[in-house]
């Protein structure tokens, strides 16, 4: 899909689904004002006035990005951090990356032993599956259903 062209309107047609799916990570995670999260995958930018926290969006469309505020243009497969997070999330975003099992990578390694993980995945996803697989292999997840997507929220291991 090319988010450069479905920007401007990606908010009316998606905001409330996303706010909705928020709100269901945010009352399965531990959120403090001092912590770190990461949104990758992070469009307009829905999620950092979401969290009462210092959060911070990655995402590779150059139109969606101009939406919001506290996000830079990168991709999920090659993360531009050393530091670490307190809490890293994507929003129906995963189908769309270039290499699921690199992202996973990098989520890894810019999370602490206990980093909060809630990723959601588009359940008509062609790599649905095998995405879902790779995700309870290298977090220790839990599943909650919505809708369109299956959202899993836990730790890193």
Request: glycine letters at 6%.
């Amino acid at each position: 899909m090319n988010y450069n062209k479905i920007a401007k309107g990606y908010n009316e047609l998606h905001k409330e689904e996303q706010l909705e799916k928020l709100e269901i990570i945010k009352n399965h995670l531990e959120v403090k004002s001092t912590y770190r999260l990461l949104d990758i995958g992070a469009g307009t930018g829905i999620s950092t006035n979401f969290f009462d926290c210092k959060v911070i969006g990655i995402e590779p469309s150059k139109e969606m990005l101009k939406q919001g505020k506290n996000i830079i243009q990168g991709y999920a497969e090659e993360l531009q951090f050393k530091e670490k997070f307190d809490i890293i999330i994507s929003v129906t975003a995963i189908h769309n990356f270039n290499n699921y099992k690199k992202a996973i990578q990098e989520i890894k390694r810019i999370s602490k032993k206990k980093t909060q993980i809630a990723i959601t995945i588009l359940k008509k996803s062609k790599i649905f599956d095998e995405t879902r697989k790779e995700l309870h292999k290298n977090f220790k997840l839990k599943e909650y259903d919505h809708r369109l997507d299956l959202i899993l929220i836990g730790t890193n291991i």
